[in-house]
């Protein structure tokens, strides 16, 4: 008979789980992924162009070989392995800014007060810095930055599921709200040529957007307009996108965001959320999205929502949802139509 304490992931790598995270962390600001790019290294190689100690950049490589992120070939010969390409800072699907965010010091001071926000259903991050991650950015702008790049980093890498699920070949002009530097909107204008856009995010958030649409090549269709979507949002388009905007925030808070965008387009309008969706009975198959549900709770007080969840949002801020697509991927699209 099989012994039931076995089964699965064992609890002591569950305990020392905190610890394959500060590998990546410091593996991403330590630059390691780009420094292997180029192929076989030495201990000695890579502790010279970090500045770091010989020893120990040693035993944090053979912790990178357990994870699958490196791989050893002889006692002094290390290499990037496939999986380890995410954390480079030169692919288009780099996670490298992801890796600093989410296991930065302030995310992980925020995880480590996780009971508080299980018994308040609170915040951490305000706790923890005094601030919410929103006004906390605000003041640090260099968090700011790693912020940016992550989001832009992660859009680009869902963008062929999004565009694949959003047809937004049928639309004239798209908002993307909240939509940061336009790496999402960039690629959804390059897949539909006669398609225009307007990109829509707070100033700090498009101070990088000219150069990724013109990048793109699509500037001459893109117009960016600096903003707050809890006090207005771009009037008059005919599709209204919020990819990864509204698990940031509680009920209250998101349904404000979709009241504006409904106050803002036609009759005809329709409304695109990009999230992620939770099933009613969660399996370890979605595993990322109930994590990331925690870390919404601990750092914005938002979370991540199952689609009878997003049907009654939608419904509170005048919308019907009509479409859910994306079935297997990480984000799907929620589409509403006016109520």
């Known amino acids: 008979m099989n012994d039931q304490r076995t089964a699965g992931p064992s609890v002591m790598e569950i305990i020392f789980g905190y610890g394959a995270s500060q590998a990546v962390n410091v593996t991403a600001r330590l630059r390691l992924a780009d420094h292997l790019a180029d192929g076989v290294k030495t201990p000695a190689d890579l502790a010279a162009a970090t500045?770091?100690?010989e020893l120990s950049i040693r035993r944090l490589l053979r912790a990178l070989v357990c994870l699958g992120i490196?791989?050893?070939s002889a006692p002094d010969e290390f290499a990037l392995s496939p999986g380890g390409d995410p954390l480079r800072g030169d692919v288009p699907y780099?996670?490298?800014?992801?890796?600093?965010l989410v296991c930065g010091e302030q995310t992980w001071r925020s995880w480590g007060e996780l009971e508080y926000s299980v018994r308040t259903g609170l915040p951490a991050?305000?706790?923890?810095?005094?601030l919410s991650s929103f006004e906390y950015m605000a003041k640090h702008p260099e968090h700011a930055a790693v912020f940016n790049q992550a989001m832009a980093g992660y859009a680009r890498a869902a963008a062929p599921a999004i565009i694949a699920n959003g047809d937004f070949g049928r639309f004239a002009t798209v908002v993307d709200v909240g939509g940061g530097d336009g790496s999402l909107l960039g690629a959804i204008l390059t897949a539909h040529p006669g398609l225009r856009g307007v990109?829509?995010?707070l100033p700090a958030g498009v101070e990088s957007a000219d150069r990724t649409l013109a990048a793109a090549g699509v500037a001459d269709r893109c117009e960016v307009i600096g903003g707050d979507?809890?006090?207005?949002?771009?009037?008059?388009?005919d599709a209204y996108l919020l990819k990864s905007v509204l698990h940031d925030w509680n009920d209250d808070r998101a349904a404000e965001v979709l009241r504006n965008c409904r106050r803002a387009m036609p009759a005809t309008g329709r409304i695109l959320v990009v999230e992620p969706v939770l099933p009613a009975v969660v399996t370890p198959a979605v595993a990322g999205i109930v994590l990331s549900d925690l870390n919404m709770l601990v750092n914005t007080g938002g979370r991540e929502r199952t689609e009878d969840e997003?049907?009654?949002l939608f419904a509170a801020a005048g919308f019907d949802l009509v479409r859910v697509a994306g079935e297997g991927v990480d984000f799907r699209v929620l589409e509403g139509i006016v109520a």
């Open 310 to 312: 997003f049907r009654a």
């Open 125 to 130: 991050w305000d706790q923890v810095t005094g």
């Open 199 to 201: 990109l829509y995010d």
């Open 51 to 53: 500045g770091s100690d």
């Open 94 to 100: 780099s996670l490298r800014e992801m890796a600093m």
């Open 70 to 72: 490196v791989t050893q």
């Open 229 to 237: 979507f809890f006090v207005s949002v771009p009037d008059g388009a």
